[in-house]
């Protein structure tokens, strides 16, 4: 596996991003490169807008919905 700044692994990652505390969160990734962690943090300093300043290659897919296992 290549390795990136020090030392580690070199592998995208995903980010959860809680818009409020009523409404959904925001999920993010994958975040790969520079150019996607600068992208996303003028997104997050912009204070999270809906305006379409966040690049759709950053936007994951909603979580799938989780039921409570009743027994």
């Known amino acids: 596996?290549?390795?990136g700044t020090y030392?580690?692994?070199n592998r995208p990652f995903m980010l959860a991003v809680c818009?409020?505390?009523?409404?959904?969160?925001?999920?993010?990734?994958?975040?790969?490169?520079?150019?996607?962690?600068?992208a996303l943090s003028r997104w997050l300093r912009g204070g999270m807008p809906d305006d379409g300043t966040l690049p759709?290659?950053?936007?994951a897919a909603p979580a799938p919905p989780h039921a409570a296992h009743l027994d």
């Open 7 to 9: 030392g580690r692994p």
């Open 56 to 59: 759709d290659r950053l936007r």
């Open 1 to 3: 596996m290549a390795h």
């Open 19 to 38: 818009v409020s505390v009523v409404g959904p969160g925001v999920r993010l990734g994958p975040i790969v490169t520079d150019a996607d962690v600068e």
